[in-house]
T-cell receptor, first 113, second 116 residues
Framework: DADVTQTPRNRITKTGKRIMLECSQTKGHDRMYWYRQDPGLGLRLIYY???????NKGEISDGYSVSRQAQAKFSLSLESAIPNQTALYFC????????????FGPGTRLTVL | AQKITQTQPGMFVQEKEAVTLDCTYDTSDPSYGLFWYKQPSSGEMIFLIYQGSYDQQNATEGRYSLNFQKARKSANLVISASQLGDSAMYFC?????????????FGTGTRLTIIP
């Protein structure tokens, strides 16, 4: 089984709809992250969490919110989706110490019409 | 500010040849880490190799090695004996190890195609 899972893997929705993307991990890592990937722009950080009570904004948090329900679960919400939020979304996890290598989930491809 | 530059948008390499993917970075922080990820057409991001700024030797992981030239601020990925399965996008990334900085900054990637 994969260490970092994301649901759904693909989603098509309409402008104005509320969308939640979910991430679960079995790696036991304390840190979790949400990124989005747009063509030609690489990955950009949306939100990150050090633990259940610690949520922090990344470089492009506007239009998004997150919830860390448990150490192993971190969800990303788009309260009112808009077309420029169409992207590939990745969840990642890491330890707090050492190289803090981030391990990524398989991604969720979101299309907002 | 962190910045990663990958100047090769695409590369074509004959199977079994070695390939070098370029990455240069810019930082004023003395403590940082450099990472390479592989993204096949299926979309997932696969961690390949890590190099710390204070590491004295170049990192190696199987067929992957990182040619780290600190003075030139370059961290090129070398893949030896390329295989068809190496065809993918490759991203270089960096993180400065200072308190409060959790951002892993990515380059725009290089698309590698291995030719049979």
């Amino acid at each position: 089984d994969a260490d970092v899972t994301q649901t759904p893997r693909n989603r098509i929705t309409k402008t104005g709809k509320r969308i939640m993307l979910e991430c679960s991990q079995t790696k036991g890592h304390d840190r979790m992250y949400w990124y989005r990937q747009d063509p030609g722009l690489g990955l950009r950080l949306i939100y990150y969490s050090f633990d259940v009570k610690d949520i922090n904004k990344g470089e492009i948090s506007d239009g998004y919110s997150v919830s860390r329900q448990a150490q192993a679960k971190f969800s990303l919400s788009l309260e009112s989706a808009i077309p420029n939020q169409t992207a590939l979304y990745f969840c990642a996890t890491s330890w707090t110490s050492g190289a803090d290598t981030q391990y990524f989930g398989p991604g969720t491809r979101l299309t907002v019409l | 500010a962190q910045k990663i530059t990958q100047t090769q948008p695409g590369m074509f390499v004959q199977e079994k040849e070695a390939v070098t993917l370029d990455c240069t970075y810019d930082t004023s922080d003395p403590s940082y880490g450099l990472f390479w990820y592989k993204q096949p057409s299926s979309g997932e991001m696969i961690f390949l190799i890590y190099q710390g700024s204070y590491d004295q030797q170049n990192a190696t992981e199987g067929r992957y090695s990182l040619n780290f030239q600190k003075a030139r601020k370059s961290a090129n990925l070398v893949i030896s004996a390329s295989q068809l399965g190496d065809s993918a996008m490759y991203f270089c990334a960096m993180r400065e190890f200072n308190f409060g900085n959790e951002k892993l900054t990515f380059g725009t990637g290089t698309r590698l195609t291995i030719i049979p």
